[in-house]
């Protein structure tokens, strides 16, 4: 049932899986909308307020995203609070626009 020395499960179906742990957030390219916080089960994010020094006015915003929430923010971003309480889901990986999170399985512990 495994994949390599990984930490792996089943779905209900019976399908292998392996969960991927955020290992990393790029705070410096996320622009503070929120999504990942609001669909994470667990937790993990928290969100901080950027300091007057570093909102910038640049407006040469270039995602595709369609979604016109009025929750983006340049003003705030955010940061790993829990790491330890991530489920390996990818839920905030598949909702941020900028694509800003590093995933990675967890190796079995010996």
């Not at 300091?51 to 407006?59: F, N, R, T």
Request: proline share 5%; net charge negative.
């Amino acid at each position: 049932m495994g994949e390599g020395n990984v930490i792996t499960g089943l779905t209900l179906g019976g399908t292998p899986w392996t969960p991927q742990f955020v290992t990393a957030l790029n705070e410096s390219t996320c622009i503070g909308c929120g999504r990942c916080f609001k669909v994470c089960p667990r937790d993990v994010l928290e969100i901080v307020q950027r300091a007057l020094d570093e909102v910038s006015d640049d407006d040469d915003d270039d995602d595709d995203d369609d979604d016109f929430d009025d929750d983006d923010s340049d003003n705030s971003y955010m940061t790993l609070a829990n790491v330890k309480d991530c489920i390996g889901c990818e839920a905030c990986s598949r909702v941020c626009p900028k694509k800003c999170f590093t995933h990675s399985p967890l190796p079995v512990a010996a």
